[in-house]
């Protein structure tokens, strides 16, 4: 996703500066906790800075138009990129996924380090308790930078804790869900799935990737009721063509530019809405045959091939795409006549072309 340099820039130095800090606290404690510190380090490099990106548009949407960001906004920008990290150390935990960006998972690369020492005991299971200690210092990291924003900014520091307390709520029930639904499917009618599946990109990607961050950055900047409702309708309906986007890329993106293998959520036996319009369109005896196969990690190639092809030849893909373009259309209605800050639709209208017409 194309990004401009000044806002990565900017939240890139503010997170530098606090893992920094973190470092020299982490080393008086051992290596041992330097080395979880560091590789907490390790899951923060990368990635698209999608939350900060969104949360400092909506703080500049809010009337806050200055050249450069203060330090309360880059403090609860980064904070959320924190929070970000810690989610996908606990999501590859969950999904069992090898790697993350090109480079081992954060469990993988603890497991790795704990063979590679020599220490006692088995390397795996080290590796996933790990894992789960990082991805809550992760998540402890995320609330300190946010209440250092929020130290100087009493008159919105409520609202933005009610804004970022609402967004963990709602991405951690999101999580349940996506994995609930793996198995809950077999209970409820093929015809709700497709909606069973909505439900779980609103509440794991679309509020907690893109709309609730465009609402923190907005509450800290004082937004009124107008402006938070024209962010929140904009940012929820790029959300779901966001998370929409991300689930055709889980099935036919690239490993080369997404860093993930090739037909991962159906190793991982997703149930997005791709998988549900393709069941809709399949008679009983093909849809027997998709489920047999989606959620084997020992997929082959082959076998991911017939799957891909299932979903184009039911017409799934064609149909998720139009969708894509509905939530598209929608976010940019939601813009129209918004009482927002000089210049702030045209960048609000970028990202969301940048969210929606990704390559990973």
């Known amino acids: 996703m194309p990004t401009s340099p000044e806002p990565i820039e900017a939240v890139s130095q503010r997170l530098d500066k606090f893992l920094t800090e973190q470092l020299s606290y982490a080393s008086a404690l051992g290596p041992e906790a330097e080395s979880l510190t560091r590789a907490g380090a390790s899951a923060l490099r990368g990635g698209k800075r999608l939350r900060a990106r969104f949360c400092l548009t909506g703080w500049r949407s809010a009337g806050r138009s200055s050249a450069s960001f203060d330090d ?6 980064t904070s959320l990129e924190i929070f970000h990290a810690a989610a996908l150390v606990h999501d590859d935990l ?36 790990g894992a789960i200690l990082l991805g809550d210092l992760l998540v402890a990291w995320s609330d300190d930078l946010l209440e250092e924003g929020l130290a100087s900014s009493s008159p919105t520091a409520a609202a933005t804790r009610r804004a970022y307390a609402q967004m963990r709520r709602d991405v951690t029930i999101g999580q349940f869900l996506d994995v609930a639904e793996e198995s809950a499917y077999t209970v409820y009618l093929d015809e709700t799935h497709a909606e069973r599946a909505l439900r779980v990109a609103s509440y794991k990607s679309a509020r907690y990737s893109i709309q609730q961050p465009l609402l923190i950055g907005a509450s800290l900047a004082g937004a009124d009721d107008g402006q938070l409702d024209a962010l929140g309708r904009f940012g929820h309906d790029v959300g ?5 986007r991300d689930d055709v890329l889980g099935v036919f993106g690239d490993t080369a530019i997404t860093g993930k293998p090739v037909g991962d959520d159906l190793r991982e036996g997703k149930r997005t809405v791709l998988v549900a319009y393709a069941r809709e369109a399949m008679p009983a005896d093909e849809r027997h045959a998709i489920d047999a196969l989606l959620g084997d990690p020992a997929l082959t190639a082959e076998q991911i091939g017939t799957l891909q092809r299932a979903i184009v030849d039911s017409g799934a893909l064609a149909r998720t795409e139009e969708l894509i373009a509905d939530y598209a259309r929608r976010a940019d209605d939601a813009l129209d006549g918004a009482s927002l800050a000089a210049g702030a639709v045209d960048e609000l209208r970028a990202l969301a072309r940048a969210a929606t017409e990704r390559t990973a």
Do not use: I, K
């Open 72 to 77: 309360a906004a880059l403090a609860v920008a």
């Open 94 to 129: 969950v999904d069992n996924s090898d790697t993350r960006r090109g480079q081992p998972a954060a469990h993988r690369a603890l497991q790795a380090a704990h063979r590679d020492a020599g220490w006692a005991g088995d390397s795996d299971a080290f590796g996933r308790s």
């Open 240 to 244: 779901m063509a966001f998370q929409l």
